[in-house]
């Protein structure tokens, strides 16, 4: 059956006939519309088979039939709608036991109709107010369990009180292995004093959100790098802490920087190819090279060195950015001892590019690696150019950044290294040309 568009409709709940027929009149006046029972019995009935029925107005005395409480406690089971009861008991303990039930109101009889109607009123308020909590809180389980952010609240004194469970699935833990513990314990040891910082200003300085980066630790010992949103709700009564927000940024953060290593790689080989246009002479050609890597690679060095065939070192020719004396303290050939299975001897050898994405690690790099450590360069690139189809020397670039150089950037740095012998070689037969217009 619809509900009446008029007005909300109540079930009656009253053994007594004149009772029961003066409050109907009474409720009707002001707008109600109302259906009695006259037992718990047939009040399970009528809720039952008539789904209009928004409030229950429940006598707690209802004869030989099962009392009102019991009654009650069968129609919620059937669905929930606000039942307000009825009685002339004032006893606490009367009272006391509707409550277990429902807290919607108990109204003592003969209170009048005002009292009665402003008692179905907040019920009724009650009851919407009721479900939005409800719903909110099956909507925040619901968003909490399948959102990547990560919720937490950490008190005054840095100790956790809340993890959501949802840490489980993005960082390893469960809840119950961090709280109680201080918020510093998933923080990387070189970032604690800045994150203790942070968290004593967090605390004294108002509710303003604040935005932090940081590297999380994750149960298996791994990191992962955090944005972390934090607010002070230590003035709130159901927070009473800081409400922290975990966000893992570390795939965001890799994506960006490698379009941003991409992106100077092209700027790196767009200024090249205008160098090599411009370009008259191979000394020129080769200065402006290694600038524009600094320039535009952001590159923290970079040189080019030719094969010396007297004595197969390879004879730095240009350089360019922090370079502090690194190439008069190294030796490099082309041969097979140790000083040429480098990076720059084995990309002439073999004649393709050579990566030491980590010059810490990497065993190529063992003869120059102190000394390369020492001055920033943490990556390293030799790009092999030719002369008239053989082999003619590198260009070195250094990174600040370990594993800076991937797949797509091999690309980028394959066709700077053709650009480079195609310009040896145009300059190469320029002069040739203007040798045989002399002669």
């Not at 469960?174 to 968290?199: A, I, Y």
């Not at 607010?231 to 009564?237: A, F, G, K, R, V």
């Not at 920033?376 to 590198?394: D, E, I, M, R």
Request: contains cysteine.
């Amino acid at each position: 059956m619809m509900k009446n568009d008029y007005g909300k409709t109540i079930l009656l709940v009253e053994d007594e006939a004149i009772i029961a027929i003066a409050g109907k009149k009474s409720l009707e006046k002001y707008g109600y519309n109302v259906i009695i029972a006259n037992s718990g019995d047939r009040a399970i009935e009528i809720f039952k088979n008539d789904d209009r029925i928004d409030l229950v107005l429940m006598d707690i005395d209802l004869g030989s039939d099962i009392d009102g409480t019991e009654t009650a406690v069968c129609l919620l089971k059937e669905r929930i709608v606000p039942v307000v009861f009825l009685s002339s008991h004032t006893e606490p303990e009367v009272v006391a036991r509707t409550e277990k039930i429902t807290s919607y109101g108990y109204v003592v009889k003969n209170s009048g109709i005002t009292v009665l109607d402003a008692s179905i009123k907040m019920a009724f308020k009650l009851f919407d107010a009721n479900k939005q909590i409800i719903a909110s809180e099956e909507k925040q389980k619901a968003m909490i369990s399948n959102i990547s952010d990560v919720i937490g609240i950490i008190d005054s004194d840095g100790i956790i009180r809340y993890k959501s469970p949802n840490i489980a699935r993005w960082f390893g833990w469960l809840p119950e292995d961090l709280v109680g513990n201080s918020g510093l314990l998933t923080v990387h040891p070189e970032e604690t004093d800045r994150l203790k910082n942070e968290f004593y200003s967090i605390i004294n300085n108002g509710n303003s959100p604040r935005i932090i980066e940081f590297r999380y630790k994750c149960k298996d010992g791994t990191y992962k790098l955090i944005e972390l949103t934090a607010i002070n709700l230590t003035d709130d009564p159901v927070i009473n802490g800081v409400l922290l927000c975990y966000h893992d940024i570390t795939e965001r953060r890799l994506s960006e920087k490698k379009l941003s290593y991409l992106a100077r790689l092209y700027a790196t080989l767009s200024q090249i190819n205008q160098v090599i246009i411009k370009a008259k002479e191979q000394d020129e050609l080769f200065v402006k090279i290694c600038q524009v890597a600094i320039d535009y690679g952001k590159f923290r060095m970079a040189w080019i060195g030719l094969i010396d065939d007297n004595d197969e070192r390879i004879k730095p020719v240009a350089r360019a950015g922090f370079e502090d004396g690194y190439l008069d303290r190294i030796n490099i050939t082309k041969g097979n001892q140790l000083t040429g299975q480098g990076p720059t001897g084995s990309a002439l050898k073999e004649g393709r590019i050579i990566i030491a994405h980590d010059i810490e690690t990497e065993p190529r790099m063992l003869p120059w690696r102190d000394e390369a450590i020492s001055r920033g360069y943490h990556s390293s690139a030799a790009v092999p150019f030719n002369l008239n189809g053989k082999p003619a020397g590198t260009l070195n670039l250094y990174a600040s950044e370990s594993g800076f150089f991937t797949d797509e950037e091999l690309k980028l740095l394959k066709e700077i290294g053709e650009d480079i012998s195609f310009a040896l070689d145009s300059i190469a037969m320029e002069k040739e040309r203007k040798r045989l217009r002399d002669d």
